[in-house]
């Protein structure tokens, strides 16, 4: 297995938490793209620590520095390097992770897997913090996939039991993502902001975390981009979903909703509207045998919660192989789902990107 | 896109429902595995139709006939081609289907998707019947996993509003899956049966059809398999599981319960048993971080209502952009989840032998 | 490694010299073009065993069995197989050839990489049997790229001591390749006909055989395609040129009389002619940096003289690692290199068809 | 296409000659590899400009500096980035080269496959300064594939015309590569040196520049490595060699002479050695049917003449469409073979680490 995503383009993430720098090599870009850099760095913001009470207050300024692959602004198409240099991290905060295991974490695949040359500070190259590359490249992609009239847009559908609207799959207008995008918790519904943002602060004070679900719309989408076997839009979508951590579930359309329902029900009825063929509902996600339909791709993902907690907890000590306990030191988010929104946005992109 | 699944292995299915074969080259395969060609057969068995009341009567032998890859019983090494023969078609009954769009199916996606080329007998390459060489890869690849002692099994977790028991996800015997395989509807819990063929029947006497989930397992994978970007096991197993028509969500562990946790009820604590790092629960489905901790690999796949209906539907001739009624003819099932039970294990057994 | 060539399309060889059949899988194809299969029968006899009294006598009538891919003439852009099913394959000849390693062939190689269980009869998936699917493909790639304007075209350049014209590399026009085709030999220059046959009937006549070379172009590329790392045009073809049994060295341009010239004889000076932008000359063979420009393309490939010779030969027997006697029995051409001249070209159409 | 090397380990080279710095990022590297950082400067140092009278005076440390996938000098099995910054650029010697497409180089393929986008400044992505990441990962891969007794080693065996003896195919030992090493002008016979520097010495008085050959063994390779279809080890390292500007042919073993032998002398005999299975000759430079026999591989690259010359030429303007004459001003090699020399080990290196 060899660390990249992409068949058209490529996706190279490398970096550790508590390395040097952390970055992406995107390789397959169209030429003559003009970035917005600025644009750009909102995107990052929108991931970055400390950014408000609700996250870490490890502070990243997460500026990308690019190396590579633009030049007067414009994509050259030679592969595109960016490093975000890691400032803030504090390496002691981390020795105990050596031989402690923290539960929920890679901490113990990681060790196994690298026969424990992993880099363990902060989760190493699982850290969340690897995210951040991930969002450039989604910032990038967006930027190219704009060009061709696809915009990309998510929210919190759920934070622990507290759930908000859903996302019109038929009649989803961009719009909408403007107004989301202004919020502290992106929801479309702001009665639920008040009661998440409490829910995450009880969560905190408890020394404990809480998950939650993401829903993402992609909109402008031409019909007929996908494959049946093995590039399906829906396979494409949940490889990307599931390199982030914490995602555990990911399903499209009305997705667990299918299991209960008669395939009259089920089925989107094709009609005409405005002389175009369209379907009457999209219980679909956009999809059909993988393909698009040209209506709005949704999807949503599970955001298991944190798994770091500062409670006490029970694990192992990988070189005495002896149980013992951990109480997580460091500064950690109770709830990271608010974060994901931008990272889940940006596989979004990217698999718009790699499926165009 | 160039249709191939895998990057060690690879997976390259063709065929069409109504083309002289349907088939699979397998690459990358070990040589000197003896296949047990009869146990081939019986996982062929299990997906075909006309085996019992509940599916189509179309009857398709089925039978892999082996080209290449295999001398004197065993594998060489080199490509592995099988191919199954399309015996018993019926052509004429699918030829509306070139102008008028089943809903929920591939039809108008796969016209968009093909400039119209595409064989629309049968759904063509996008029927489930392609599903049959994905049985046959699967099966190799399940006695391949069994020689490092790796086992899938999988029953069917929910039709309709009907659910069966869940798989205990820590204490996890491979003997259940010889119980679950010998029974017509495949579930833990006996007294399930019944009320789900009800439904089914029930299903088929409206001319509707019913979707249902399907949980799978893998037993005996070690630890420290996967990579966290972007080949996690669970990138690679939704990946796969995404190429199997109708399937349109899944979930690992305990999957969208995650977002009503509390971290520390989320958390798989570690602990020592026998003298080995296990976990106390498994909530994560064996996967951290990407990669597996050796607890059982747990997923559940939720699979939509055929969407094949002889009820009349609303839909569109694509030749004429007009809107028009459709009464699917031809021998459908009302519910395609049991024979999907060995199709999501084949998917299963390919992403383990990917991965080892 | 995973036995497939290419990341647009893709190509899936298997098969062995004397199993049920061989055959491809072409994935990644457009949809909608209309194939000429008189014209891939055609391509497939200038490979063809027994055509002449040149080659081997082991008749095959090679005939391709499309299974998939195609409906009604039109390639529908669902995975292209075909199969050429062994008919005349004497598996007791090659008996012997289990444990006495041929010189020269992949007997031996074959043996350890596939420890032992590998399909010896007749060199198994190395046979030069196996590049017939390899022409098949070839011939469809050519009917693509026909549609781009692109034509492929080869001759022999060289049998022994016995060297044919050059392609005149600037100036080149396809009617060159419709005069070399007909022709028992391929070659430029008819007078060097004669003493090529010659030659091959002398090696025959001592129980020997001879090699040669292959020149090869390409006419009709536009500027542009390619990709500097790692997918320079150089690199893709000479890719798939040395997956062809036999082929040991590759060479573009004017290729080793690079090394005797100065810079300024060897670059092509780049002028104006009909206000295009060309190059006086084409030592490069129409690609600098890895990507075309626009002139012919031009390579050239050095194939061993073929390792089966019915000379006695030293040897070892690989079970009682003694050294052995061998007269290789059977059916063998004392020349391979004219019935190769199609599946260069073919690799060279495979190629275009990949990086367009 | 997307810009990646490899399906076991990833390869991705990023930077342009006068960005902010170029790099590569590895995957799929094993973990716990403790690297020597100053042998890899020493191998950067035998790439690097301006290390003697024979090569460009562009001054560069090509110091690489580790972002990621090293923790305390073990290689961590993560992603392995590296980046070289780009200091001694003097961007406006380059600016005529936008609009005047210098011959022989990729300014003019370049300029028509970015669309006018490329960073033209010194050749950018196409620069022959690309080579030093590719030299790093070289240097790495020597490293790791040492630890498997495999040894890589080459020598210049042409300058013009003066040629250097071959490597003893069958009795190689790597003594001789450092031997080779300790030269100013690494070749076996040191008769060669003088003339060889005279060669380079009176091209530079021309203003011209001259080509030659390199060849390069790897010992220590056991047998069996390697794939027929399409994997080959001449198709991995052609593939590679290719990607390496400059460079126009490929030749294994005895290369290009096979067409002029008969079978019987082509063909390398099997024998018994020691006990062991071997050839009495290497005339097919350690590789049958694709496959590695366990002789050393011995392979031979033509490298064209610098294309940077003082010499006046003519071109044209691409931007004016007129023809022009070009004096390329800045700091040329007048011979790059021997710069080469490491990255061609390299590509060797990075080709076994692939394949093992």
Redesign the interface.
Same mark, same amino acid.
Request: proline share 4%; with cysteine.
């Given at each position: =297995?060899?660390?990249?995503?992409?068949?058209?383009?490529?996706? !190279?993430?490398?970096?550790?938490s508590h390395?040097?720098?952390?970055?992406v090599?995107i390789?397959?870009l169209p030429?003559?793209i003009k970035l917005d850099f600025e644009q750009i760095q909102q995107e990052m913001s929108r991931r970055a620590p400390g950014q408000n009470k609700l996250s870490t207050q490890r502070k990243e300024s997460d500026m990308p520095?690019?190396?590579?692959?633009i030049?007067e602004d414009?994509?050259?198409?030679? $592969?595109?390097?960016a490093?975000i240099k890691n400032n803030d991290a504090h390496s002691k905060d981390y020795s105990i992770l050596k031989t402690h =295991?923290r $539960? *929920? &974490?890679?901490d113990?695949?990681?060790n196994?897997?690298?026969? *424990?040359?992993? #880099?363990y500070r902060g989760g190493? &190259?699982?850290s969340g913090r690897?995210t951040a590359p991930l969002v450039f490249a989604g910032a990038v992609a967006k930027q190219i996939i704009k060009t061709k009239g696809i915009t990309v847009g998510a929210h919190i559908s759920?934070i622990?039991?507290i759930q908000d609207k859903k996302f019109d799959k038929q009649n989803l207008d961009k719009q909408i993502f403007h107004n989301i995008l202004e919020k502290d918790i992106p929801v479309i519904d702001d009665t639920k902001i008040e009661p998440m943002c409490a829910k995450i602060f009880e969560?905190k004070s408890?020394s %404990?975390?809480?998950?939650? @679900?993401i829903e993402c719309a992609i909109i402008g989408v031409p019909?007929?981009?996908?494959? +049946?076997?093995? #590039?399906?839009v /829906?396979?494409?979508i !949940?490889?990307?979903?599931?390199?982030v $951590?914490a995602?555990? *579930?990911?399903?499209?359309?009305? *997705?667990?909703e299918?299991?209960?329902?008669?395939? !009259? /029900?089920?089925? %989107? /009825?094709?009609?005409?509207k405005d002389?175009e063929?369209t379907?009457?509902t999209n219980n679909?996600?956009g999809?059909?045998?993988?393909?698009?339909?040209g209506a709005p791709i949704i999807f949503e993902v599970?955001?298991? $919660?944190? +798994?770091?907690?500062s @409670?006490e907890?029970?694990?192992?000590n990988?070189e005495t192989? @002896? /149980?013992v306990k951990l109480e997580i030191q460091g500064r950690h988010d109770p709830c990271i789902v608010q974060r994901a929104v931008v990272v889940i946005e940006a596989i979004a992109a990217i698999a718009m990107l790699e =499926?165009l």
């Open positions: =297995m060899n660390n990249i995503f992409g068949k058209n383009i490529s996706i !190279s993430i490398f970096g550790e390395g040097k720098s952390i970055g090599v390789g397959g030429s003559g520095i690019i190396q590579s692959g030049f414009y994509t050259t198409g030679a $592969p595109l390097c490093i =295991m $539960p *929920g &974490h890679a113990y695949t990681g196994i897997r690298y026969n *424990g040359f992993n #880099d190493g &190259h699982f690897i759920q622990f039991n969560a408890k %404990d975390s809480v998950g939650g @679900k019909a007929g981009i996908g494959n +049946p076997f093995f #590039d399906s /829906e396979s494409v !949940s490889h990307l979903a599931f390199s $951590p995602v555990k *579930g990911i399903a499209f359309g009305i *997705g667990e299918f299991a209960n329902l008669y395939g !009259s /029900e089920a089925n %989107d /009825e094709f009609c005409i002389n063929i379907t009457k679909n996600g999809i059909l045998g993988g393909i698009t339909n599970t955001i298991k $919660p944190t +798994p770091s907690i @409670k907890q029970n694990t192992v990988i192989k @002896k /149980e =499926m």
